[in-house]
Every structure is written in structure tokens, then in C-alpha cells.
């Protein structure tokens, strides 16, 4: 397949104004720019870093969604109500509940937007959390992050929509009613003035930033996280600065399983343990349900004292998950013929994980699970050889809190009044998830809040 190359614009083609300008290159800030410029809107793009896609780039399970055509297709029967009950429950019941309903409300709807624009998740598997098959990926079963981000580039770039990388806004321009009217600017070419009608923060969240984590979750300092760089929570601060109101800052999420031995920490996805995963310690037995809530599984990692954990898998669930294949390429994985090898490999309990397969196997043909009461991901016994493990540890994920929005994506001052002209939408706004993200909302997120924010601006644009 040949490979797809996105061209930026120019820092010098920047115009002096346009009707939206869009900060953040991620899912929410180019989903809100087709939306947007697909109602007439004359909009651009500003993301501060060379690569474009943000932490979007880096999900790889799925985009929940209930009661959509795919579902139905593979003989799901969902309902929206299952949906936002377990994801209130997943959240601790402090979701904001007006956004959880919108979410969930229009979760469907966008699965057929990105099909009707070449994005094709006809695939299912299940998170966390989760009843139901509800994660839409790829129909390659390919990490859905990487794709969906190439989806979108390809339609901005047939909508001749500019994009301008290495471009940082650093403040927010408001008129004497509190209005915002613009951005500046930093490019290589130097400071610069740009007006516009309305503003989205689409800028992701402050997973990567020591001051903001250290200042909100002083606990987690030492923690490594899964995110790129640039999640610094730029967006937060622009907001502050013009008197916006940010909530729930101290929920931040620890993802259960990343990899953090080396370098470089890389999320290993939740559909590992979607598609039949189990979770290990060094005594080679399970200690929880793999599928509870993201909280409740790393603090039962973290309670082992045990320098992480083993995530143990076939060639099945290699084969169904084919984000693997990637883990593999980077050195992440230990392979081997047999379960007794695998053991010796990674240094546990030979006869206990052999024994712990084999228990696990007959709850998975009969369905009943009576170690950890786990329900979901369990329709494939581990039983294909070669064998895998991936070490794993808890690690900064997702920041829950941010920029308090209404459903329609428009920003609220510390007042509880609108900002005019401002709007925020994805990891960069704060309510929808409550305590704890759900794995595959945050990709439903992006997309369902981005075309709100791009049909919110044209409306009150025009």
C-alpha cells in the first residue's frame, strides 16, 4: 500500500483572519475542521509540534459507540442506556451527566460520519468496564489511533483545509466585552497576529507535564507516562489566562498496562486483554479481574509490590490484536513454544502459570470465571502456540480534568458563563469521564465533540 505523506503549509501563507482557527492537530481538532469547513467555514489548523495527530496517534484499541450499523452487522444488540450507565459507573458517578448523555447520545452517529468519509472501523472488541463489544477499530485490526488520524489528514487534505505545524499559540485575543477574537502567534518567521471568529482548544491533555501533574497529582511526580511529548496542557493555560474555568483537575488516569523498561514508555492496548489476555505475578497466578476499570486494575498491579507485572497471550489474541506485531518490532515481547518456556523466559513460577493456564482455560469454556468474577474477553482459550509476555506497569495515561465545556463544546468562565467565541473539546476539556476513563471513550470522544464544535461554531458563526 503506498504510503500516504501529509503536506503542511508554510508559516508565511498564514492569512490575518479566517472564521475558525483550530488549535491542536489531534482527532478532535481535524474532525472539527472537516465539520466546520464542510458548513462553509474558512478555517485553519495550528498544531505547536512538527507531528501532526497528538496523543491520537498513539490510542490503539478502539472508538466506542452503542447501537451503530457495525454492531448490528456482527449480530451485536446493544442499547445507549447499558452505555452510559457503565460509563457513569466506570467514572465513579462524577461524570458530568449532561455531556455523558451527548456522548452517548451521538456515539453511533459518528461511526456513520467517518464511514461516509472513508473511515471504515468495522471491527469489534471490548474494553474495560465494558458489557459489550463496543470498541470500533479497523477492519486489519490495526491500532485505531494511527488510522484514524491518516483518515482524517487524507479528507483535510482533499478539502484543501491548512494545516501549520511548528506553530504556538501563545495567547488568546479578547475585545472589551470578553469576546476572543483571535490568537498570537510563534513560527519560525516570528510573532504574528491572527483574527478569527472562533477559537477551538483542541490541545490534548497535561499527561507530560512534570509542573502540572507535580502541582494537581503530586503523588504520580515519579510516574513515567504514555503520552507525547507535547501533552503539556498548553490549552489550560490559554484558558486561564482569559478567566476559564477548569474542574476535576486532580482526576488523572493510570493506565494499567504500559511498557516502561527502556526509554521510551509505549501503551500496550487494552484489546490484548480484550481478546483474552491474562494479567500474572511472579508467582505466575492472577490477581484481578483484567477487565475491571483501569483504577481498579493498576491499583491491584501497583498492591503487588512486584516491579509490574505479565501480561500472558497466544498466538490467537496476536493474531487478533495486530497492534502486537508492533510491540513485538520494538523489542517489547518474549515468545516462546510452550508455557513452561515462556515461565523460565521471563523468570516466574513454571508449574503455577502452566496450572494458572490451564484453570483459566476451563473458565473460558465454561464461561464462568470464579477466581475474579471476569465476564468479557473470554471467548478464546489460551491455547494457541508459540506463547507471549509482555512486562507491564502502570503508567500516567489520561488527564480526566480540564477546561469545564457545556454539551454544544462552548467554554465557561469561573462565573458559569459563556466565553464568546471560545470553545474546547477532547482530553483538553474536563467532566465526561468522571474519576475514570473508560478505554475506547477517549477516541469517541475526539470525534463525537469535534463535529459538535465544528457545527456549534458555524451555527453561531453564521
Do not use: C
Not at 52 to 74: C, D, I, P, W, Y
Not at 90 to 118: K, P
Request: net charge negative; charged share 25%.
Amino acid at each position: 500500500m503506498e504510503k500516504f505523506e501529509f503536506k503542511t503549509s508554510n508559516p508565511d501563507k498564514i492569512k490575518d483572519n479566517y472564521d475558525v482557527i483550530i488549535v491542536g492537530s489531534g482527532g478532535t481538532g481535524l474532525t472539527a475542521a472537516i465539520q466546520a469547513q464542510e458548513l462553509g467555514m474558512d478555517v485553519a489548523v495550528l498544531e505547536k509540534n512538527e507531528r501532526l495527530g497528538g496523543n491520537t496517534t498513539r490510542a490503539s484499541s478502539g472508538m466506542n459507540a452503542a447501537e451503530s450499523f457495525v454492531q448490528l452487522k456482527h449480530h451485536i444488540i446493544d442499547n445507549k442506556e447499558d452505555f452510559y450507565r457503565e460509563t457513569l459507573k466506570g467514572g465513579g458517578l462524577l461524570n458530568d451527566r449532561e455531556l455523558l448523555h451527548y456522548f452517548v447520545d451521538h456515539s453511533a452517529l459518528a461511526i456513520s460520519w467517518l464511514e461516509e468519509h472513508g473511515i471504515d472501523l468495522s471491527d469489534l472488541t471490548i474494553t474495560g468496564g465494558m458489557s459489550k463489544k463496543r470498541a470500533h477499530r479497523p477492519a486489519s485490526k490495526a491500532a485505531v489511533g494511527g488510522y484514524l488520524v491518516t483518515g482524517l489528514l487524507k479528507q483535510v487534505q482533499a478539502k484543501n483545509i491548512p494545516v501549520f505545524n511548528n506553530t504556538l499559540v501563545t495567547k488568546l485575543l479578547q475585545n472589551d466585552e470578553k469576546q476572543i477574537t483571535g490568537v498570537e502567534v510563534t513560527t519560525e518567521e516570528g510573532r504574528k497576529t491572527i483574527h478569527a471568529k472562533a477559537v477551538l482548544l483542541a490541545t490534548g491533555g497535561f499527561g507530560a507535564s512534570k509542573d502540572l501533574i507535580k502541582k494537581y497529582r503530586p503523588d504520580l511526580e515519579n510516574y513515567k507516562t504514555t503520552n507525547q511529548p507535547g501533552a503539556t496542557g498548553d490549552g489550560l493555560k490559554l484558558a486561564s489566562d482569559v478567566s476559564a474555568q477548569l474542574i476535576q483537575m486532580d482526576f488523572v488516569q493510570v493506565h494499567p498496562t504500559a511498557q516502561t523498561d527502556g526509554e521510551r514508555t509505549y501503551l500496550i492496548g487494552e484489546g490484548v486483554r480484550g481478546e483474552g489476555a491474562i494479567l500474572v505475578n511472579k508467582a505466575g497466578k492472577r490477581f484481578v479481574n483484567e477487565l475491571n476499570t483501569r483504577k481498579v486494575v493498576s491499583n491491584a498491579i501497583t498492591a503487588l509490590n512486584e516491579d509490574g507485572a505479565y501480561l500472558i497471550f497466544d498466538q490467537g489474541v496476536k493474531d487478533r490484536f495486530t497492534a502486537i506485531d508492533f510491540y513485538e518490532k520494538v523489542g517489547l515481547v518474549e515468545k516462546a513454544n510452550s508455557i513452561e518456556e515462556l515461565a523460565a523466559k521471563i523468570g516466574i513460577n513454571e508449574d503455577n502459570l502452566a496450572k494458572t493456564l490451564t484453570t483459566w482455560n476451563k473458565a473460558v469454556g465454561e464461561h464462568k470465571d470464579t477466581q475474579f468474577d471476569r465476564t468479557t474477553g473470554m471467548d478464546h482459550a489460551l491455547e494457541k502456540a508459540p506463547f507471549y509476555a509482555i512486562h507491564i506497569h502502570p503508567a500516567i495515561h489520561y488527564t480526566m480534568g480540564g477546561i469545564h465545556i457545556l454539551p454544544d463544546t462552548s467554554v465557561l468562565d469561573e462565573n458559569g458563563n459563556k466565553i464568546k467565541g471560545l470553545y474546547a473539546a477532547g482530553e483538553v476539556s474536563g467532566g465526561l469521564h468522571g474519576n475514570n476513563r473508560i478505554g475506547g471513550n477517549s477516541i469517541a470522544e475526539t470525534v463525537i465533540f469535534g463535529r459538535e464544535a465544528g457545527m456549534t461554531m458555524a451555527k453561531e458563526i453564521k
